[in-house]
């Protein structure tokens, strides 16, 4: 890896993921495509602003013409696509944009490096390409659909998502999919379980509920509370994605998972016994349409073939999470002051 094209880059996964990459190689130059939209947040490479092997460019994965311009600057070697509507009650409310940047999104990143890469890009019977290069996408384990309460996903589960985010990012994953059996692409992809750490836009439930707490605010848990996610921290997923860039045989797909199965309501009273606050808080709420009961991910395929393993136990992670809010209140107040508060609203109001 050279020049390496992320995209998404100022999200949570990517900006963390570029941390890594600048913290952990050295002869590189990484280019952050991003639009910026509601979760796109450029205060979370606020510190390596200055780092001239970081370069920022705003727009959209979906904008040919710009992306075009992009591979003939830099002649990228790598591309990592973290750029995506991710959120599941938002696709519920607006799936159009959702369909729009993660499938139509991710065939024009992968036609334009298709069209830079490949040998003769003339030749439609051509299956050559440079060597060295590589198109990741990131994906997620809700591609999969819901669990039972046995078993897990592996790679060769059948795919059956069951809201449009998880639509989309499955649509996603079939173009990928194809670019590679047609075309002879070099492609990865990447599904994750639930992560969190550093950085992460607080409409999700770990820094909701860590900022609520410090508000002294209600703690809205959908239903019951005992919907079963995977946790993954942050770093443990960019050093997986990294490891699977340097490592992972072309045209196959990683399951990357925490080996941390935890119901949501589990998660919420911890958070309230290490903020010192009162289970008074938790706010049962009406549950959202097509929610998932379970996700378990099988990571064997990456750890028996790939070496790659989580570092961080739950335990760990979840008190390097809540310490890094707690440092960083002011970041977390920037957002919630803005446009975040109206959607909040709207999401809980009535429930």
Known sequence: MKNILVTGGAGFIGSNFIHYLL???????????????????LDNL???????????????IHDRKLVEELFDAWTFDTVVNFAAESHVDRSI????????????GTQTLLDVAKKNWKLDPD??????????????????????????????????TPLAPNSPYSASK???????????????????????????????????????????????????????GMQIRDWL????????IATVLEKGRLGEVYNIGGNNERANIEIVK?????????????LHVKDRPGHDRRYAIDNTKITTELGWSPKYTFQTGMASTIEWYLQHKSWMDKIVSGEYMNYYETMYAGR
């Open 233 to 240: 921290y942050v770093e443990d997923h960019c050093t997986a």
């Open 270 to 282: 911890l958070i309230l016994e290490n903020t010192g606050k009162s289970e008074d808080l938790i």
């Open 46 to 60: 606020a510190d390596i602003r200055e780092d001239g092997r970081y370069h920022f460019v705003r727009g959209d």
């Open 23 to 41: 913290e952990n190689y050295g002869d590189i130059q990484v280019v952050n495509l991003d639009l910026l939209t509601y979760a796109g947040n």
């Open 123 to 156: 030749d439609k019977y051509s299956r050559e390409f440079k060597e060295g290069v590589k198109y990741l996408q990131v994906s997620t384990d809700e591609v999969y659909g819901a669990l039972g309460p046995t078993g897990m996903f592996t790679e060769t």
């Open 170 to 224: 499955a649509s996603a994953d079939f173009v990928v999919r194809a670019y590679d059996k047609t075309y002879g692409m070099p492609v990865n992809i990447t599904r994750c379980s639930n992560n969190y750490g550093p950085y992460q836009f607080p409409e999700k439930l770990i820094p909701l509920m860590i900022n609520n707490c410090l508000a002294d605010k209600n703690l809205p848990v959908y239903g019951d």
């Open 93 to 104: 409310t607006n799936p159009d944009i959702f369909l729009t940047t993660n499938v139509l």
